[in-house]
């Protein structure tokens, strides 16, 4: 590990190069430092995001926020992981930029962090949730089928039966947005699979 000290100096630094072949070791253990300072908030940077799906009810009875921390208290009372509920709260966070692919989106930002169970319950969640109204909007509710067969299957049946099409409720008593910031925090803080990580799990750019 980088010590305090050594990382603290190169966080007072900015490397000089203006095109990328330009730059030396040092420039990149400077930026490597401060990549690692702004990526030990991005818990903070997510919870952000996903509050700004508050307000917009788009249609249903409940607004968009309501309905990811509703979906979330569902599965926490029903004592599912940390990082399953982490998933619930966020399986809708892509709401506000992936209009006609909101599950990628959730996937993307969670795609580092967790199972590829939980990963694949995420990505598909849309396809899966559509047994419950495609066939009232002219598409195949059965779309989920093609998919008989795969480890997670039954995962994400249950997923969006018990806790994501059941989030709608109104009168439904949700735990607060900030009684989940600690497991978020901690599914966050251990990045397991991305292309900066060094064969032995550091970011790059981190000193042995
Ligand atoms: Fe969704
Ligand atoms: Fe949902």
């Known amino acids: ?29 400077i930026v490597a430092a401060h990549n690692r300072a702004f990526a030990a908030d991005v818990a903070e940077r997510v919870l952000d995001h996903l509050r700004l799906l508050e307000g917009d009810c788009g249609g249903f ?13 569902r599965a926490y009372r029903a004592n599912k ?20 692919n909101h599950q990628d989106v959730a996937a993307a930002i969670l795609k580092p962090f967790v199972s590829d169970d ?18 009232h909007l ?3 509710r059965d779309m989920r089928d093609q998919f008989r067969g795969h480890r997670a299957y039954d995962l994400t049946i249950e997923f969006c039966q018990e806790f994501d099409q059941t989030a709608f409720d109104p009168s439904y008593t949700s735990m ?3 009684e989940f910031v600690p497991a978020v925090e901690a ?18 750019g981190t000193n042995s």
């Not at 939980?118 to 066939?135: R, S």
Request: aromatic share 10%; with cysteine; hydrophobic share 40%.
């Open 1 to 29: 590990m980088e010590s305090v000290t050594d990382d603290q100096e190169l966080l007072n630094q900015s490397a000089t190069f203006g095109a990328m072949t330009e730059a030396s070791s040092l420039d990149w253990k």
């Open 61 to 73: 009875a409940v607004d968009r926020l309501e309905h990811s921390v509703q979906t979330a208290t």
């Open 81 to 100: 992981s940390d990082e399953y509920v982490v998933c619930a709260l966020l399986h809708d966070i892509g709401d506000t930029l992936g209009s006609y």
């Open 118 to 135: 939980h990963l694949w319950m995420v990505e598909k969640h849309a396809i899966f949730q559509g047994y419950n109204f495609f066939h």
């Open 138 to 140: 002219g598409l195949d």
């Open 176 to 178: 607060p947005l900030s």
């Open 187 to 204: 599914v966050f803080a251990d990045p397991k699979n991305s292309i900066y990580l060094t064969d032995d799990g550091q970011m790059a």
